[in-house]
C-alpha cells in the first residue's frame, strides 16, 4: 500500500525546534516533488516548503524562509523538514504531500500538484 506517515509533531515553546519527519511506504521518493503544507481550523491549507528531487531545487513560503529547512535522505525514502526559531503563528496541523508529475516547476507551490499525502501531525508553539 502506497502511504506517506509524519512523525514528529508536539508541543514546543516559542524559540524552540522540531523535526518533521514524513515515511515513504510502498514506493521512494526518487524523481518525486516532496511538499509540505499546514492549516489552522478554519482556515485554507497553505504552502510551507517543497523540494524537487529531480532537480535539488527547494522552495519556501516567506513566512518560513530562513527558519525551516527542508530535506530528504539519500536512500529517497523519508523527508524532513527542520523547524527552528518556532513562532505561535506556526501552530497547525502540517501535511507532507508527494508527486512524481508537476504541470511546470512552479506548480510546486500549489496543494493540487500532489497527489500522496500524510495524515498530518499537529504542531504547537506555546508563547
Known amino acids: 500500500e502506497v502511504q506517506l506517515v509524519e512523525s514528529g509533531g508536539g508541543l514546543v515553546q516559542t524559540g524552540g525546534s522540531l523535526r518533521l519527519s514524513c515515511a515513504a511506504s510502498?514506493?521512494?521518493?526518487?524523481?518525486?516533488?516532496i511538499g509540505w503544507f499546514r492549516q489552522v481550523p478554519g482556515k485554507e491549507r497553505e504552502f510551507i516548503a517543497a523540494?524537487?528531487?529531480?532537480?535539488?531545487?527547494?522552495f519556501y513560503a516567506d513566512s518560513v524562509k530562513g527558519r525551516f529547512t527542508i530535506s530528504a535522505d539519500d536512500d529517497r525514502k523519508t523527508g524532513h523538514l527542520q523547524m527552528n526559531s518556532l513562532e505561535p503563528e506556526d501552530t497547525a496541523v502540517y501535511y507532507c504531500?508527494?508527486?512524481?508529475?508537476?504541470?511546470?516547476?512552479?506548480?510546486?507551490?500549489?496543494?493540487?500538484?500532489?497527489?500522496?499525502w500524510g495524515q498530518g501531525t499537529q504542531v504547537t508553539v506555546s508563547s
Open positions: 504531500a508527494a508527486t512524481s508529475y508537476l504541470r511546470d516547476l512552479q506548480s510546486i507551490y500549489e496543494e493540487n500538484q500532489y497527489y500522496y
Open positions: 510502498g514506493f521512494t521518493f526518487d524523481d518525486y516533488a
Open positions: 523540494v524537487s528531487l529531480s532537480q535539488g531545487s527547494k
